[in-house]
């Protein structure tokens, strides 16, 4: 009976991770010698509404997460609170719709997540 052959594995990565990898890693948008999944990121990345697209970049150049919590003041502005938590929704929101473009275009990469929490202030509240 015949064999069926199997393309190559692709390693299975977390979207935050993968977008690390591509921007901060292979430097994507200055590397002319960026990997060939790397580019493909940067496109998909580029396809997204301009301000997610930036805190996206933003945050996988640095390798961090949109801050949500407010440091320890006397006075705390609940403006600011709601914006710093909207700015980590959006963040997340824009990696679910990464993740789901990116799902099954890449050659090495079998793209997961994101396993950030959406709203990781609901469960501090829960524990308080």
Do not use: C
């Amino acid at each position: 009976m015949g064999q069926k052959l199997r393309g190559p594995m692709r390693t299975q990565i977390d979207i935050e991770n993968l977008l690390i990898w591509a921007f901060r890693d292979q430097a994507v948008e200055a590397s002319p010698d960026a990997d060939a999944d790397a580019v493909t990121i940067y496109w998909a990345v580029q396809a997204l509404p301009l301000p997610h697209a930036k805190l996206v970049i933003r945050h996988a150049r640095a390798g961090s997460r949109p801050a949500w919590q407010i440091a320890s003041a006397k006075m705390v502005s609940l403006d600011g609170v709601r914006l710093s938590r909207q700015r980590h929704v959006e963040w997340v929101r824009a990696m679910v719709v990464l993740q789901r473009t990116l799902e099954g275009t890449l050659s090495r990469f079998r793209v997961t997540g994101p396993v950030a929490d959406e709203e990781p202030w609901m469960r501090e509240r829960a524990r308080a």
